[in-house]
C-alpha cells in the first residue's frame, strides 16, 4: 500500500482493479433497456432477468 495524499488514505492496488471490473459489469447491464428502466413489476422477474443479463455477459 501506497499513500496517495497528504491525509494518508492508503490505496491498494488489487482492490482498485476488483472495483474497476465491477464498474466494467455494471456498465455493461446499462446497455440493456429493460434493466435499466425497470420494466418489470414484480423484484422476483426483475431478479431473473438481471441473474440473466450476468449469465449472458459472462459467456461472451
Not at 499513500?3 to 455493461?28: A, M, P, Q, V, Y
Amino acid at each position: 500500500m501506497r499513500s496517495t495524499n497528504c491525509r494518508g488514505i492508503h490505496e491498494d492496488k488489487d482492490t482498485n482493479k476488483e472495483r474497476h471490473l465491477i464498474e466494467c459489469f455494471f456498465n455493461k447491464m446499462k446497455n440493456y433497456r429493460r434493466l435499466a428502466t425497470r420494466y418489470d413489476k414484480t423484484a422476483s422477474m426483475f431478479k431473473a432477468f438481471l441473474a440473466l443479463i450476468s449469465i449472458r455477459i459472462w459467456l461472451k
